[in-house]
Structures are given as structure tokens and as C-alpha cells.
């Protein structure tokens, strides 16, 4: 009995694994993302580059941060690197991100100009954070599939971020 009720409380308390990793699909797309938890998703209109999209978001929080994968359809007549730099710009202006380091980042069969960047910065809040995030698009059908990942934490550990940012792939 003592085995049971103490297999009982661990699985309710500190037993539990801090990331649950879990396969997400977007509707509509070939793109596939691991999360480190079960996501929240909603749909949105917003404006990138010069075009009105419908954003599709799938977030959690686990591990004191906060994990989001961010995809839309555009036209193929778009200046990948105008929509790279416009979408970057606008997540580290309302990061108020210093001390950006990019690197390319590689992505099979991707446009080219897929970037993983870092930074620090601050939340709405005040608090200082860490920040890292992927962009990269795909040709798909007539358009191209563009994906902006992000990880928010304190202090962000690299095998987790890695693990994140590998986890975003097409089949």
C-alpha cells in the first residue's frame, strides 16, 4: 500500500517531467513542431511585410518559459529576406531585444535565409528574459509556408533550445 500511495504522489507532484514533448501539425500545412507541452493554438489576421496573413499559433509555458510556433501561407512573389527582416524586426522591437546574435540556421529544402537568432530583453512586465528564435519558410504548392519559432525564458538552456528548434521540420 505505502508502494502505491507513494508512486501516487509522485506522479501528482515533482515525478512529473518538466517537458512533456509532443508532436503539433498545422491544419492546411506539411509542418510539424514539437512542443515541450501541450499547446494552446489560436488563429489570427496580422500584417507582414506589406501582406495580411492568417497566423496560425500553437504555445505553452513549461520549464519557467514559454515556447511558440507561428506559421502562415504567402505568395511566392514575396522578397523572402523583406518578410525574414520585417518579421524579425517586429519581434525584437516589442522585446525591446539588445544584443542580437544570428547565425544561419539549416533547414532541408527550405528557401534560403533561415536564421536562428538571440537576444535578451525584457518582458511586458519589466523582467528581463532570454529570447531565441527561428525563421525559415518552404516552398509549398503555388506559395511558400513561412515558420517563426520562439523560446521566452530566464535563462534558456541550449540542449532545450536545440531540441525546440530541431523538432520544427516538413516531411
Avoid at 499559433?57 to 518578410?83: F, H, I, K, Y
Avoid at 529544402?109 to 519558410?137: C, D, E, K
Avoid at 515558420?147 to 521540420?169: K, L, P, S, W
Wanted: glycine residues 8%.
Amino acid at each position: 500500500m505505502r508502494i502505491f500511495i507513494g508512486l501516487w504522489v509522485c506522479l501528482l507532484t515533482a515525478c512529473q517531467p518538466t517537458y512533456n514533448w509532443r508532436d503539433v501539425t498545422f491544419e492546411g500545412t506539411q509542418l510539424k513542431a514539437q512542443l515541450p507541452c501541450k499547446p494552446d493554438r489560436a488563429t489570427r489576421e496580422v500584417t507582414i511585410g506589406q501582406a495580411q496573413v492568417k497566423l496560425q499559433v500553437a504555445g505553452c509555458e513549461a520549464g519557467n518559459g514559454m515556447w511558440v510556433v507561428m506559421t502562415t501561407r504567402m505568395n511566392q512573389g514575396l522578397d523572402p529576406s523583406q518578410v525574414l527582416q520585417g518579421w524579425q524586426a517586429a519581434t525584437w522591437r516589442t522585446l525591446q531585444a539588445v544584443s542580437l546574435q544570428s547565425r544561419p540556421w539549416p533547414a532541408p529544402q527550405a528557401v534560403p535565409g533561415a536564421v536562428r537568432v538571440s537576444a535578451n530583453g525584457s518582458q511586458a512586465n519589466g523582467q528581463p528574459t532570454q529570447a531565441q528564435g527561428v525563421w525559415v519558410a518552404w516552398p509549398e504548392g503555388d506559395g511558400v509556408q513561412w515558420v517563426n519559432a520562439m523560446v521566452y525564458q530566464t535563462h534558456i538552456q541550449a540542449e532545450t533550445a536545440d531540441t525546440f528548434f530541431e523538432g520544427i521540420r516538413r516531411p
